[in-house]
């Protein structure tokens, strides 16, 4: 894709009907150690570069590019946790909810699935050649409804799903709304036409209760034998001890001692700040609405009740 080898990392992509642009840094693996990519692209000045696939060259990829595990997950669950702690098995490489996957399959998708399906697979040789080594991509929680195009994308690639109490998640979801949610928008209009498309939502809560719900009916659709659900009160010995060896990545005693110290740490938190991680379930519990219960109850409950069940199958 590019002349030279390593650090030149796909920071954006745009897919057009005469092919896939990327917009490419000079930024070495060694500096995605922010919780996020787009932070570590934030602070970069290095300048870009633009590369193109032709359309007939879509999916077109080396053999052994694929990711070496995916991550998805409901939000406010414990990802961010998991991929930072995954930075500290020092055979991986670790994107975080990466930009131009988002670009990719961000609403409304104007192109065909198979279309879609080959972006995704350049965009992962173009991490494969960056990473040089197995990597690991973690996504953006609305990515989780689109999770099996990724799957496909990535058929030999395993996954994992984050989850969390659907009460502590959507309480998080309502404090602080992502970008792409209960905005007034329209990105946050074409997910909520997504996530409800019959508008029966009569509140934010329900919406958020909805969105729940639409994550794990999205999951529903993974193959289960290629997967394994992470439950945040698992976490953070799940990682050492679920997510590494799913991802067939070796895990030592010096990796579970590292990993053991960083979660000590807020996992959002930047690399310079000294706080140590507090839980916030009980103020969670305690801040969710009867409306909100209600809420979740109806919408966010049967369907990972459900997922839970096809998993047990």
Not at 109 to 121: F, K, T
Not at 134 to 143: A, E, F, G
Request: hydrophobic share 45%; glycine share 6%; aromatic share 8%.
């Amino acid at each position: 894709m590019h002349n030279g080898q390593g650090d030149w990392l796909p920071a954006r992509a745009a897919l057009h009907s005469t092919g896939l642009y990327f917009a490419l840094r000079r930024i070495g693996r060694e500096e995605l150690h922010d919780p996020f990519m787009q932070e570590t692209i934030a602070r970069s000045d290095a300048a870009e570069e633009f590369v193109q696939v032709l359309p007939q060259d879509l999916g077109r990829v080396s053999p052994g590019s694929a990711p070496a595990g995916l991550i998805f997950h409901v939000a406010r669950c414990g990802s961010t946790l998991v991929s930072q702690l995954l930075k500290q098995q020092g055979g991986l490489v670790v994107y975080a909810e990466p930009p131009p996957v988002n670009e990719i399959l961000r609403p409304p998708q104007a192109w065909p699935r198979h279309e879609l399906i080959g972006a995704l697979r350049s965009l992962g040789n173009a991490f494969a050649e960056h990473a040089r080594r197995p990597y690991v991509l973690k996504c953006t929680s609305w990515n989780t409804l689109y999770c099996d195009l990724i799957a496909e994308a990535f058929p030999d690639s395993p996954w994992v799903l984050c989850l969390r109490e659907p009460v502590e998640v959507c309480v998080s979801l309502l404090q602080r709304p992502p970008g792409w949610l209960l905005g007034a928008d329209e990105m946050s209009r074409r997910f909520a036409a997504i996530i409800d498309p019959q508008a029966r939502a009569e509140s934010q809560e329900q919406l958020v209760a909805r969105t729940y719900g639409a994550f794990c009916e999205a999951a529903a659709r993974l193959d289960p034998r290629r997967g394994r659900l992470v439950d945040y009160e698992t976490l953070p010995g799940a990682v050492w001890e679920q997510v590494v060896p799913a991802f067939s990545a070796p895990v030592d005693d010096a990796t579970r001692e590292r990993m053991a110290q960083a979660a000590t740490r807020p996992a959002k938190a930047p690399a310079t700040d000294a706080t140590r991680f507090t839980g916030d379930v009980a103020a969670k519990q305690a801040a969710a609405t009867a409306t909100l219960r209600e809420a979740i109850d109806a919408f966010a409950r049967p369907a990972l009740a459900k997922l839970r069940a096809m998993r047990r199958a």
